[in-house]
């Protein structure tokens, strides 16, 4: 069932974004620390046993210049410099192993897959970074309230700086052309994405599917599904603490930074969604400062939203903008919308379409 409002309050939703004043200080501090750690990052050759796809081990400098792992994937018989997508991970997911990883790759891409320091153990795919900062106060089951008494210990302050790191990383390899970077990811990832977005300038296009991390108060009002489930029991024991959690979460709402996001972006949302409410990604959405934005809507998905489908699109779409070209809309291959409808694409279910 629709767990949210219906699809025109949601398409013209544009809450006040809540933002700290030292929001642009507190990141460009960050990031210039986290840079003033580098090292150049490494890329050692794996053997994956795959013939198309040739595969490295990456290490590369994140927060304070921690070590991150992650997947860099080529097309083996592809020459030139190649233009990137960098992907960040659902919640509770880790890099995994290559073979998991074929797609971008397989459509001619080179490939970044960031692994999610201290998470990996979903029982799905594997992680290698560990989190060596965990501090503050007790924290719910999971990683949303870790350290959100400070934003300076916030988890995600590492994580998000580790994504543009990423970033950086994959502009710096010989192979790829650094103009050309595009970042995605689902869910968390998805979050991870509109931060980077909003944080690297000069990319080539941001792809958040179904992003998480974005709109807290409201999230944690209508759902009570995890994560975001995280953040109300943690205030059902620590009453007293919600001012400060808000407060915390100013410095990484999605919101705050699609507001300053320039790239070309594909979103996706999915109506039936509890995990990430289609408002919060909405809200995000209608923030989103570049003009050159779709979103794909998918009416009766849940937070799987259009999962390979919706990859079929980002393929088209980012096809398109990475070729100058005026990009056909999402989910419509006869390139037909009608009149106002620039911006919103409404699909079918992935499981009926």
């Not at 490295?56 to 997947?71: I, K, R």
């Not at 153990?121 to 719910?140: E, I, M, R, Y």
């Not at 209608?286 to 919706?310: C, F, L, M, T």
């Not at 291959?333 to 409808?341: C, E, N, V, W, Y």
């Amino acid at each position: 069932m629709l767990v949210d409002w219906p699809l025109d309050r949601l398409r013209d939703y544009l809450p006040a974004r809540d933002e700290p004043t030292d929001f642009d200080d507190f990141w460009a501090i960050t990031l210039k620390e986290a840079r003033a750690a580098h090292w150049p990052a490494r890329f050692v050759p794996y053997d994956a046993d795959l013939s198309t796809v040739q595969v490295y081990d990456v290490t590369f400098p994140g927060f304070a210049g921690q070590p991150v792992h992650g997947w860099f994937l080529l097309p083996r018989h592809a020459t030139g410099r190649l233009p990137c997508v960098v992907e960040y991970i659902g919640y509770g997911g880790g890099r995994g192993l290559p073979h998991d990883w074929l797609t971008w790759s397989a459509a001619g891409y080179a490939h970044l897959v960031m692994d999610t320091r201290g998470q990996g153990s979903n029982g799905k795919l594997g992680g290698d970074t560990p989190d060596p900062d965990p501090t503050g106060p007790p924290q719910a089951p999971g990683f949303l309230t870790r350290g959100i008494a400070d934003p300076h210990h916030y988890y995600y302050r590492r994580v998000l700086t580790d994504g543009v790191r990423a970033v950086d990383a994959a502009r710096a390899h010989p192979r790829v052309d650094p103009d050309r970077v595009v970042v995605t990811g689902g869910s968390q990832g998805g979050g991870i994405t509109l931060a980077v977005a909003g944080l690297v300038d000069g990319l080539a296009a941001a792809m958040p599917d179904v992003p998480f991390l974005c709109h807290y108060r409201r999230a944690t009002e209508i759902t009570d599904a995890l994560p975001y489930g995280e953040l109300v029991s943690y205030l059902k024991t620590y009453h007293g603490d919600v001012a400060q959690v808000f407060a915390t979460l100013r410095y990484f709402d999605g919101i705050n930074f699609a507001a300053r996001a320039s790239a070309p972006a594909l979103f996706s949302v999915a109506l039936m969604d509890n995990v990430c409410p289609p408002s919060t990604v909405f809200a995000a959405y209608n923030h989103y400062a570049s003009a050159d934005k779709d979103i794909a809507v998918w009416p009766y998905n849940g937070h799987e939203g259009g999962a390979g489908r919706q990859r079929a699109q980002q393929i088209r779409w980012l096809r398109n903008v990475l070729a100058g070209a005026e990009s056909e809309p999402a989910g419509d291959p006869s390139g037909s919308r009608a009149a106002g409808q620039r911006g919103l694409v409404e699909l079918p279910s992935a499981a009926t379409a």
